[in-house]
């Protein structure tokens, strides 16, 4: 009998172990952010850009590699509202653009004090929709981002406040020296399910 209660006893001990070092998450975050266009120095033109803000919302999935180090991946999708603003003939004119981007991150995740993290890695971006119209370059190309954050895991839920900026353009295989290279910067909010 004592052997019978021993082997259960471990049994559930492990299971516990198991069930509390899950190493999965998926999450979804939201973002109203700043957005912006850069333009490469040295480049002379009498074009400007203007962010009028972002929404971006994103699917994550991060795997826990040890108890302070996870790979993240996942998809984001970025609306981006941008006023240009030129003057060719002496009078300024304004033009409103939108700028969808989809993005692939590819995260490291570093967790320090139980409840902060800092996460940087290389992105992959697709401008949909881009209009020949615009003045603006598509942002399709490989871009960069870098998150600094607080995180609460509750059981199976994980709440996530992410301070982030991401970089579009960084290299891009057509473009040949892009000069204007989108930005965004804001908090990320967010909520996860750990399994």
């Given at each position: 009998?004592?052997?019978?209660?021993?082997?259960?006893?471990?049994?559930?001990?492990?299971?516990?172990?198991?069930?509390?070092?899950?190493?999965?998450?998926?999450?979804?975050?939201?973002s109203?952010?700043?957005?912006?266009?850069?333009?490469?120095?040295?480049?002379?033109?009498?074009?400007?850009?203007?962010?009028?803000?972002?929404?971006?919302?994103?699917?994550?999935?991060?795997?826990?590699?040890?108890?302070?180090?996870?790979i993240?991946?996942?998809?984001?999708?970025a609306?981006?509202?941008?006023?240009?603003?030129?003057?060719?003939?002496?009078?300024?004119?304004?033009?409103?653009?939108?700028?969808?981007?989809?993005?692939?991150?590819?995260?490291?995740?570093?967790?320090?004090?139980?409840?902060?993290f800092?996460?940087?890695?290389?992105?992959?971006?697709?401008?949909?929709?881009?209009?020949?119209?615009?003045?603006?370059?598509?942002?399709?190309?490989?871009?960069?981002?870098?998150?600094?954050?607080?995180?609460?895991?509750?059981?199976?839920?994980?709440?996530?406040?992410?301070?982030?900026?991401?970089?579009?353009?960084?290299?891009?295989?057509?473009?040949?020296?892009?000069?204007?290279?989108?930005?965004?910067?804001?908090?990320?909010?967010?909520?996860?399910?750990?399994?």
């Amino acid at each position: 009998m004592f052997k019978k209660a021993l082997f259960i006893s471990s049994f559930m001990l492990l299971a516990l172990i198991a069930f509390s070092q899950t190493k999965n998450r998926v999450s979804m975050l939201y973002s109203p952010a700043n957005n912006g266009v850069d333009i490469k120095s040295g480049w002379m033109g009498d074009v400007g850009h203007t962010g009028k803000g972002a929404n971006l919302f994103e699917f994550r999935y991060s795997r826990n590699i040890n108890s302070f180090f996870s790979i993240e991946t996942g998809l984001q999708y970025a609306h981006n509202k941008i006023e240009t603003h030129y003057f060719p003939d002496g009078v300024t004119h304004y033009k409103n653009s939108e700028i969808h981007v989809l993005t692939i991150p590819i995260y490291g995740n570093l967790t320090f004090l139980k409840y902060f993290f800092v996460e940087a890695g290389p992105t992959l971006d697709f401008e949909s929709k881009h209009a020949s119209s615009t003045s603006i370059d598509d942002q399709s190309g490989i871009g960069l981002a870098f998150g600094l954050g607080g995180k609460y895991t509750l059981r199976n839920v994980t709440v996530i406040v992410n301070p982030f900026f991401q970089r579009h353009l960084i290299l891009s295989p057509g473009s040949g020296g892009a000069v204007e290279r989108l930005y965004e910067s804001g908090i990320k909010f967010g909520i996860g399910y750990n399994f």
